[in-house]
């Protein structure tokens, strides 16, 4: 009976986990600004799935910032806040870096 019992909460949390991963992407590709786009918007395709709950609310924090800041912080143009400063941000700066260079030897740039 608790298998019964349990099923239904995996199933809303499954639910749950989806629809905030796809407000995630949707934030992550529609940044108004392209060159976060184009880091961003993989960056939630292909990890957020993989990621913890508290790794997605840091995710989330991170795309609640303005584009030219945060976009500045992951290229390290400018120097990131410490609050902001890393596990999430080294990785999508390891993803930004290796996004780029598989889309350079595609003939992109």
């Known amino acids: 009976m608790a298998d019964i ?10 639910d749950d986990r989806k629809t905030r991963l796809g407000r995630i992407a949707f934030r992550a590709w529609r940044r108004g600004f392209r060159e976060a786009d184009m880091v961003l918007g ?29 976009y500045a912080w992951i290229i390290e143009r400018e120097p990131t806040p ?16 290796a996004h780029v260079a598989a889309e350079v030897a595609k003939g992109i740039g």
């Open 5 to 14: 019992d349990a099923r239904p909460e995996d199933a809303l949390n499954s």
């Open 82 to 97: 410490p609050e902001f400063e890393g596990p999430m941000m080294a990785r999508i700066r390891a993803f930004m870096r």
């Open 42 to 70: 993989p960056f939630a395709d292909q990890i957020a799935p993989t990621l913890e709950d508290d790794e997605l609310t840091e995710f989330e924090r991170l795309l609640d910032e303005e584009d030219q800041y945060l």
